[in-house]
């Protein structure tokens, strides 16, 4: 009601300054008035964001800006929907060379991670990335055991989806020192600031739609983002020729506590709004025991995988994504750079065929 409220006040108050200079054209703050109204209501809702974390959280900085280029696509991830825009491999922005592009805003989405949103080469146009495909990203610093800058290159997933123009979205978690370039996107690189990125051929994982009747979905940590990537071409809306056959899909997600979940919000939405096509479900392994939480704990297990996900004797129809930490391909599948799938899954009877280690 609030929200409702302040819209119609900003619309009120345009309408009487548009009367206002018809009535005298000299008036010339005009301009400058309508853009403090539109850039108060984007105010609103990055602050309704704020009051939602924690106490210690909200005491970090927050830098923040807003660009005429930026998208409008939402930056609150449980306003974002599921979309299926799909592009054929070598259309994106990024090429094999390292290009520079600034920092255009960054939101708290967690109490250890945030949403950053950066520029593109060329403004007018989206990302046009592959899915599911990363891009590199790198940056010039300070290792302070070497005392010598250098050049830090890590790979990164975008969540945003091509019909966002101008910009791309990244959700990063912020490991404070043993981060490296994750601490300085998160909390050292100003708004307005430029990293460099790049997407070479190799960077193009399994590509959609997909022909898989069921999948199952296994991701660790940040290893959520190529699973959200996938998630839009699955469940969003889109052309008929992209449209993947998949009748379910089911995610096991695995985060230390509740404040780890990365896009939780938008994963629930997601499965509500795609009932009876799309499961996620959280496994935490270091929540409170008197906390709220009433879903499944522990680790991603013989016992959880056998009971959510598609089982190995539907052949063909069934495929599984793994995507976290190395601890978890070993334990799960085997390490991600061996198509031989041991591990839990390989205990299983799940075949190379219908295991894909991102």
């Not at 923040?64 to 929907?81: A, G, K, N, V």
């Not at 300085?184 to 898989?212: Q, R, S, W």
């Not at 230390?256 to 919000?265: M, Q, V």
Request: glycine share 8%; charged share 20%; aromatic share 8%.
């Amino acid at each position: 009601m609030q929200k409702r409220q302040i819209i119609a006040e900003s619309e009120s108050t345009k309408s009487e300054l548009q009367k206002a200079f018809n009535h005298d054209p000299r008036i010339p703050s005009l301009f400058f008035a309508l853009m403090f109204i539109q850039l108060a209501r984007r105010q609103f809702l990055f602050s309704r964001r704020l009051q939602s974390l924690s106490t210690a959280n909200a005491n970090r900085p927050i830098q923040s800006f807003y660009s005429s280029t930026m998208s409008d696509y939402p930056m609150i991830l449980s306003d974002r929907p599921a979309i299926c825009n799909l592009v054929p491999p070598g259309r994106c922005q990024f090429t094999p060379t390292f290009q520079s592009v600034p920092l255009l805003d960054r939101i708290p989405v967690s109490g250890t991670s945030y949403l950053l949103r950066f520029g593109l080469p060329d403004g007018s146009k989206p990302m046009d990335l592959t899915t599911c495909a990363c891009i590199l990203a790198s940056a010039e610093l300070m290792d302070t055991e070497k005392g010598e800058m250098v050049d830090v290159i890590r790979p990164y997933t975008p969540i945003s989806a091509n019909d966002q123009v101008g910009s791309f979205d990244l959700l990063i978690k912020d490991y404070g020192e043993n981060g490296f370039l994750s601490k300085y996107m998160c909390e050292d690189l100003p708004v307005g600031g430029t990293v460099n990125f790049k997407h070479i051929d190799f960077n193009v994982k399994i590509p959609a739609p997909f022909t898989h009747k069921k999948i199952g979905m296994i991701a660790g940590g940040t290893g959520i983002t190529p699973i959200i990537q996938a998630l839009h071409a699955i469940l969003g809306d889109g052309p008929a020729d992209q449209k993947s056959v998949t009748e379910e899909v089911t995610l096991l997600y695995g985060s230390r506590n509740k404040d780890d979940i990365l896009g939780g919000e938008m994963l629930q939405k997601w499965a509500g709004s795609h009932d009876g096509k799309f499961k996620h479900v959280d496994v935490l392994s270091n929540e409170p025991i008197d906390s709220s939480y009433a879903g499944e704990r522990g680790f991603v297990d013989k016992e959880k995988i056998v009971k959510y996900l598609p089982p190995p004797s539907l052949g063909d129809d069934v495929i599984i994504f793994v995507c976290g930490p190395p601890i978890m391909y070993k334990l799960l599948c085997g390490p991600r750079d061996e198509p031989e799938v041991t591990g839990i899954l390989g205990e299983l009877g799940y075949t190379a065929k219908q295991v894909f280690k991102f």
